[in-house]
Nanobody, 123 residues
Framework: HVQLVESGGGSVQPEGSLRLSCESSGITYRDPCMGWFRRSPGKNRERVATMDGYGTIVYMNPSVAGRFTVTRDFGKKALYLQMNSLKPGDSAMYYC?????????????????WGQGTQVTVS
């Protein structure tokens, strides 16, 4: 039973930083695709960054490129998102997602496992 737990969200002022963590359990696939998504009120879920099972960053949202960094601990099957120079537009619920395949899909609907999310508010 795959479980994902996000943490590290909070309220910060513009230009502040946060580091999100996604801890997993129950993942039997060795090196799965893992990613971060976000959703803010009134908007569709948005892909932030995804990393495949080979450690390649498959996607980084252009709106966060240069400010956000995604890393992972393969041994722990954990994923992290370092967010710097935060803007009000980054305010959202941030979700971790996993697909039990080394390759990463493009669409959120193709990620079968999701965490409950951690709220980030920039104001």
């Amino acid at each position: 039973h795959v479980q994902l737990v996000e943490s590290g969200g909070g309220s910060v002022q513009p230009e502040g930083s946060l580091r999100l963590s996604c801890e997993s359990s129950g993942i039997t696939y060795r090196d799965p695709c893992m990613g971060w998504f976000r959703r803010s009120p009134g908007k569709n879920r948005e892909r932030v960054a995804t990393m495949d099972g080979y450690g390649t960053i498959v996607y980084m949202n252009p709106s966060v490129a240069g400010r956000f960094t995604v890393t992972r601990d393969f041994g722990k099957k954990a994923l992290y998102l370092q967010m710097n120079s935060l803007k009000p537009g980054d305010s959202a619920m941030y979700y971790c997602a996993v697909r039990l395949n080394s390759g990463c899909p493009t669409l959120a609907k193709d990620f079968p496992f999701w965490g409950q999310g951690t709220q980030v508010t920039v104001s």
